[in-house]
């Protein structure tokens, strides 16, 4: 049961293409994917035809996914959300105060 974190020091633009999150727990936020990015390392993360499937985040948000910090942008694109929960707010995708997320088909 592990998720991903990706933080703005992998560098100014992430690319992730068809990446599956798969029964997917933390204790935190971002059962399957958890994005962050500060204002000194800003980062844009694109993810494309990714699957979800039965994420958990136990405390903060986010079942699926979560977006933190102020240096974030964040574009999930043509990707799927199924049986993600969480005891925050969010079950499939939870962005915090002021940080860009767009999810689009």
């Known amino acids: 049961d592990h998720h991903v974190d990706i933080e703005g020091l992998l560098g100014p633009r992430v690319q992730l293409v068809d990446p599956v999150f798969s029964h997917c727990t933390t204790g ?23 699957k979800f499937v039965f994420g958990r985040a136990g405390g903060g948000g986010g079942g ?19 049986g993600c929960t969480t005891r ?9 105060p ?8």
């Open 28 to 50: 935190a936020s971002g059962g399957g994917l958890y994005l962050e990015a500060d204002t000194i390392t800003p980062c844009a993360v694109a993810v494309t035809r990714a």
């Open 64 to 82: 699926g996914l979560a977006a933190s910090g102020g240096g974030l942008t964040a574009r999930v694109v043509n990707s799927t959300f199924e």
């Open 88 to 96: 925050g707010s969010g079950g499939g995708v939870a962005a915090m």
């Open 98 to 105: 002021g940080r860009h997320v767009r999810v689009c088909t």
